[in-house]
């Protein structure tokens, strides 16, 4: 059960990558005062998370309804996460979440950026919510899959912590530390979803 929650914890930390949105979010919310920066904190947590796990219950039901077996789900899940994992290491993932927060910005009516960009797609994006889905359909029976919800949740709430305190983070970790902590979760995430397609393969093979 340990290492079930440890694999979902590391999947959904590396994908959902708090301490990237971290500068995200303090740069949309440079103008906005302490409180209305706390409330959209929590708001695109509460956001996000309620879509990750909406996903990750009904997910699998949701693909059997169309006829998608979760073999072919796992194979598509790992070949995208890899394709994540790519522009991780060479930080396209980060130009792509900055040029879409400089868009926002020039959008004045974007006052209130919790639901996007922020709730969706930068926490409850593609690569979280088929991380989700791929995560529940390999466990097997109610006490894995609330492993699973409790490694989501745990992910959530150092998000959560990562967007309170953005300024302070940035400050201390700094661009290089950020840029380097980035590229060795992409490599770990790689060899995740790697993972996902060899068992994925190997399910449909036998």
């Known amino acids: 059960m340990l290492e079930l929650f440890i694999s979902a914890f590391a999947t959904l930390f590396v994908v959902i990558d708090p301490p990237g949105c971290a500068p995200i979010f303090a740069s949309l919310t440079s103008g906005a005062t302490g409180q209305h920066r706390r409330a959209m904190a929590l708001r695109s947590v509460g956001v996000a998370g309620a879509i990750l796990v909406v996903f990750a219950l009904v997910g699998e039901a949701f693909l059997r309804a169309l006829g998608i077996s979760l073999d072919a789900f796992r194979i598509a899940g790992g070949i995208m996460l890899f394709l994540i994992a790519l522009e991780m290491v060479f930080e396209r993932r980060q130009q792509r979440r900055e040029t879409r927060a400089e868009d926002v910005k020039a959008q004045p009516a974007h006052e209130d950026i919790s639901i996007f960009p922020m709730g969706i797609p930068m926490i409850a994006g593609p690569g979280s919510i088929a991380s989700a889905m791929l995560l529940t359909s390999r466990a097997e029976g109610l006490e894995q899959d609330l492993t699973v919800l409790a490694a989501l949740a ?5 998000t959560l912590l990562a967007l309170l305190l953005a300024g302070p983070l940035m400050r201390l ?9 980035t590229r060795i979760l992409g490599v770990v995430l790689a060899a995740l979803a790697v993972q996902f397609v060899i068992d994925g393969v190997r399910a449909a093979l036998t």
């Open 154 to 158: 745990l992910v959530l709430v150092l």
């Open 173 to 181: 970790l700094g661009y290089r530390l950020e840029a380097m902590i």
